[in-house]
């Protein structure tokens, strides 16, 4: 039982560059979501889904999109990449919502010069 | 809209001291509370969550908090402090399913 996985663990782009973050968990949960962190900061909800085919919007997901096409798999994808996007990125899992707890992935390190 | 914030950017404890973390929150019905750990390079893990029931609640590696709605806060505390405590800590709330989080304790153990 791995839980939550995610690829690469460290990425540099280039500005207007894409790539995708790939998120990947094994405990059959519903709940997925993606949150970005800045130095000194918590973290800020980009995107989540309630289930396969199921996405929504959370506090910041402009330069961001994201797809769910199975329960297990929820990649985030950057599609022109801005320094403003210099974070690192931490994917999360749950079996439910409010109360439930997230279960997280160990992040990724993402840096756009 | 609900929020939380963590009163103390950084706190600086001796080993074997006891710990406070602070946290206020506001809500406009009863929140779930949350403790989060984060140690350095890591992903977070759950330290303890209050859920309406019991107030005082237990969680992981001798944490504790406390619920307290006249005061909205949820402080986070150990009676002794261990080296391996020092890490991030984030005080959460959950908002309809999605988690507002504070700006982060950072915890230091010292010798």
């Known amino acids: 039982n791995a839980g939550v996985t995610q690829t690469p663990k460290f990425r540099i782009l280039k500005i207007g560059q894409s790539m995708t973050l790939q998120c990947t968990q094994d405990?059959?949960?519903?709940?997925m979501y993606w949150y970005r962190q800045d130095p000194g900061m918590g973290l800020k909800l980009i995107y989540y889904s309630v289930g396969a085919g199921i996405t929504d919007k959370g506090e910041v997901p402009n330069g961001y999109n994201v797809s769910r096409s199975t329960t297990e798999d929820f990649p985030l994808r950057l599609e022109l990449a801005a320094p403003s996007q210099t974070s690192v990125y931490f994917c999360?899992?749950?079996?439910?919502?409010?109360?439930?707890?997230?279960?997280f992935g160990p992040g990724t390190r993402l840096t756009v010069t | 809209a609900q929020s939380v914030t963590q009163l103390d950017s950084h706190v600086s404890v001796s080993e074997g001291t006891p710990v406070l973390l602070r946290c206020n929150y506001s809500s406009s019905y009863s929140p779930s509370l949350f403790w989060y750990v984060q140690h350095p390079n890591k992903g977070l893990q759950l330290l303890l969550k209050?859920?309406?029931?019991?107030?005082l609640v237990k969680g992981i590696n001798g944490f504790e908090a406390e619920f307290k709605k006249s005061e909205t806060s949820f402080h986070l505390t150990k009676p002794s402090a261990h080296m391996s405590d020092a890490a991030e800590y984030f005080c959460?709330?959950?908002?309809?399913?999605?988690?507002?989080f504070g700006q982060g304790t950072t915890l230091q153990v010292k010798p």
């Open positions: 405990m059959n949960h519903n709940y």
């Open positions: 209050y859920t309406s029931a019991a107030t």
């Open positions: 999360a899992s749950s079996q439910g919502g409010s109360s439930y707890e997230q279960y």
């Open positions: 959460v709330v959950s908002d309809t399913g999605k988690l507002i």
